[in-house]
């Protein structure tokens, strides 16, 4: 006997879920290569929060390289001393 699916209709608005497409996803590897984090650095940053947002597929994790790409440039110091937020 199987369950029927549950499907959930949300109206995309401002409060939605729902988001705009914000380009390519690229995997845990890619983004570990990319910002040279550890593939277990970014599986606890996914497990504490306050980091960047990620996609599941299945099982398999993925990130918005434009977003990945904003966080790398927000990371840009021209000085030791600049605070880092």
Do not use: C, H
């Not at 380009?23 to 593939?39: C, D, N, Q, V, W």
């Not at 960047?52 to 990130?63: D, E």
């Not at 790409?69 to 927000?74: C, D, R």
Request: hydrophobic share 35%; charged share 25%; aromatic share 8%.
């Amino acid at each position: 006997m199987t369950r029927p699916r549950r499907t959930i209709e949300v109206a995309p608005d401002e409060t939605s879920p729902v988001q705009k497409w914000r380009g390519p996803l690229i995997t845990t590897t890619e983004m570990s290569a990319k910002t040279r984090l550890s593939t277990q650095t970014l599986a606890q940053k996914r497990l504490l929060g306050g980091f960047l947002g990620y996609t599941k597929l299945g099982s398999r994790v993925f990130y918005f390289e434009d977003e990945v790409n904003a966080w790398i440039l927000s990371r840009r110091r021209t000085s030791t001393s600049d605070i880092i937020v």
